[in-house]
């Protein structure tokens, strides 16, 4: 649930849901929670700064406005905390607690602090401390479950202040009073009534409107499905809903007592679509999804859930797609729904229809970007006008928008364990579409929690081609972020699984990415020897291409190592390799890279001439980038050699090519195996090798 309710910016880019209409009741509440910002905290009373941010504390059930309360406090003090606000929701609908790395990221995100993929909890936590240390924040996390996860959200600063809603206080956490909520005051009661079920017949019989009151508690929830009752039936009185919420008796809570009553008037098909909601992915609806689950039509659907907006039992989320959500104070009434009138087969089905229309929305998301494929083309055309995004920006948007609730389905699905094939398909296009749309390195974080998902969904299973597959992916990306030994593990891993699959794309794959390691680590023998394994598997299955790459990669470990003359050797055959095969650009890489070994090895007048030949393959690639490198090296060498007139020459073409200072451009290729010679995992990092690739 964290990831749709993140905000930051300034305050005035803070509107929600609530914001349209005045807020009622609660002053009193509010001005404590008011004088309570301003109270010195113990550690001023003590003569100590306080070394954290101020927490206040909104306590209550669900369904008694205490998240609206938290946002009508925020809104009256928004302007103290020029830095914006933040918002993330601690619990998922069920009320299992959100793990705080996952709110750590969301926050850090929603800062424009992408946090690494895969980064330990303590981390996240510390990164986003020291990002909150000199800004001026107000904080609202909403829901939270147990004091642990507020703790760990804290800022370390007194310029900053949160503001956690819970169902009780949070012991552990110091210097906090709870505000704790009972019911409205009855005016204010009466006139949230009224907002719901219309003034004329609360004017009328102002009497029946306080005794509803009383019978609801005054508890919001319950008033605002009170008023929607009445709403939906004109012509019955405030004293007749009374009377039967009366007739209800004592059992069970006053919003469970309204709720029964205003589900019992839903139409059929309406009651079950409701129930079925509870289903949702991290209590996020929009129309395909209620389609799905009822198995009803698309514009059926939605005209269904805004009547059940209409009736107080959904709520509207602020967003530029229909978009709907769950109350949390219903989610479990309506669990409880479904536990005793649909058989579990009908749920699992419900369920595995919705995961089904989400494979295939995901599909169409993915292949909208792929429309210069005629094939591609006409399996889209192929697909109902309902599932077809019009173009690649709109699908774009859909991804965007839906990606709290699609993270939120393929987490719900490896935790069913029931349909695993349907998760596993799930997981595939989710991927495909990411990388697709937001590219692989700005989707890692959601790609590395993927991967995990497959991973587990593999182990259990006993799928050892996936199982490589996804340690290969989660190796990938540890490296990537520093993690090199646990991506080494990973790495060791996958070789096993591939070898237990009889996979050579895994096997291969995994040698030359543990050889990638160890050549990071700085151990280069390893690292050339397990490159020689991957080639020695390359070469006999004829990958020629691959073959060529890998010799590059073996004479990079040995030129680390200062073995240049067996760098050399192997430099040569991998231009040899790449000529064979018509790789233009990479017979001009290698060049360049044998030319650099030849001045490494104190051979500049070898190392002239191949560079001469590299520029000249590198123009036949096109590769500018490459041109303005190798003519800076010529420069380097045609100055050793004496010849400094020519060497400025050179030097002037390559800023001519790179436009930017030479120096700039000969510092970024300092390094040995720079010019483009990345293992093949660099290229493949979100591929997910299943048995239904045929999605």
Request: include cysteine; charge should be negative; charged fraction near 25%.
């Amino acid at each position: 649930m964290t990831d749709q309710v993140v905000d930051t910016g300034g305050v005035q880019a803070l509107p929600h849901a609530s914001a349209g209409r005045q807020f009622l009741g609660r002053t009193r509440e509010l001005k404590e929670l008011l004088a309570d910002i301003e109270r010195a905290g113990l550690d001023t009373l003590s003569g100590r700064k306080a070394p954290r941010a101020r927490v206040l504390l909104i306590a209550g059930r669900p369904g008694s406005g205490r998240t609206a309360l938290a946002e009508e406090l925020v809104r009256q003090v928004a302007d103290r905390y020029g830095d914006g606000v933040l918002r993330a929701r601690l619990s998922e609908p069920d009320g299992t607690p959100v793990p705080v790395a996952r709110t750590a990221r969301e926050l850090l995100t929603a800062l424009d602090r992408p946090a690494p993929a895969g980064a330990a909890e303590d981390d996240l936590t510390a990164v986003l401390r020291k990002t909150l240390a000199d800004r001026r924040v107000l904080l609202l996390l909403d829901d939270a479950a147990r004091a642990e996860q507020v703790d760990a959200l804290l800022p370390d600063t007194p310029e900053c202040l949160a503001v956690a809603v819970s169902g009780g206080p949070l012991t552990g956490i110091s210097d906090v009073r709870p505000c704790t909520l009972g019911g409205l005051d009855t005016k204010s009661a009466v006139e949230l009534l009224s907002r719901h079920a219309g003034s004329v017949r609360i004017t009328v019989d102002p009497r029946a409107a306080e005794d509803l009151v009383e019978v609801c508690q005054g508890q919001p929830a319950a008033l605002m499905l009170a008023g929607g009752w009445l709403a939906a039936r004109p012509k019955a009185a405030v004293a007749d809903l009374a009377k039967q919420l009366h007739a209800e008796g004592e059992d069970g809570t006053p919003l469970g007592r309204v709720f029964r009553l205003a589900y019992a008037g839903l139409p059929t098909p309406a009651a079950r679509i409701l129930r079925l909601l509870s289903l949702a992915p991290g209590g996020l609806v929009d129309p395909h999804t209620a389609s799905a689950l009822a198995g009803s039509s698309v514009d059926g659907a939605h005209t269904t859930l805004d009547d059940l907006v209409a009736l107080g039992l959904l709520q509207v989320v602020d967003s530029p797609l229909p978009q709907y959500e769950v109350p949390t104070c219903l989610h479990r009434l309506l669990r409880a729904l479904t536990e005793t009138q649909d058989r579990p087969a009908e749920l699992q089905l419900a369920r595995a229809r919705m995961l089904e229309r989400t494979v295939r929305l995901l599909q169409s998301c993915r292949a909208i970007t792929e429309t210069d494929n005629p094939e591609t083309r006409q399996k889209l055309l192929g697909m109902p006008r309902a599932l077809r995004f019009p173009n690649p920006r709109a699908a774009a948007e859909w991804l965007s928008i839906r990606r709290p609730a699609l993270l939120a389905a393929a987490r719900a699905a490896v935790a069913d364990g029931e349909l695993d094939t349907l998760a596993r398909r799930l997981m595939s296009q989710l991927v495909r579409a990411m990388a697709a749309h937001f590219g692989t390195q700005a989707a890692a974080g959601d790609l590395y929690d993927i991967h995990a998902l497959v991973l587990d969904v593999a182990e259990r299973r006993q799928l050892p081609r996936e199982k490589a597959a996804a340690l290969l992916n989660l190796g990938d990306l540890d490296a990537r972020t520093g993690r090199t030994r646990e991506a080494l593990v990973r790495f060791r891993a996958a070789l096993d699984a591939g070898w237990e699959a009889n996979d050579p794309y895994a096997t291969g794959r995994a040698m030359e990415s543990v050889g990638g390691a160890h050549l990071e680590l700085g151990d280069y023998d390893r690292a050339a020897d397990w490159f020689g394994r991957a080639l020695a598997e390359r070469l006999a299955r004829g990958e020629r291409a691959d073959a060529a790459r890998l010799y590059g990669r073996i004479a990079e470990a040995h030129t680390y190592a200062g073995r240049y003359g067996d760098a050399l050797r192997n430099w040569r055959s991998a231009v040899t390799g790449h000529r064979r095969n018509g790789d233009v650009a990479g017979h001009a890489r290698a060049l360049s890279e044998l030319a650099r070994v030849q001045e490494y090895a104190g051979r500049p007048e070898d190392s002239l001439r191949t560079c001469q030949e590299a520029v000249e393959w590198a123009r036949r690639a096109e590769d500018v980038r490459l041109q303005g490198a190798l003519h800076l090296r010529l420069a380097d060498t045609l100055e050793h050699l004496g010849d400094p007139s020519a060497a400025q020459l050179h030097r002037g073409a390559a800023e001519r090519m790179l436009g930017e200072e030479p120096e700039e451009s000969d510092a970024a290729e300092s390094e040995p195996g720079q010019d483009g010679f990345e293992s093949e995992d660099d290229t493949d990092a979100c591929e997910i090798r299943s048995a239904s690739e045929e999605d």
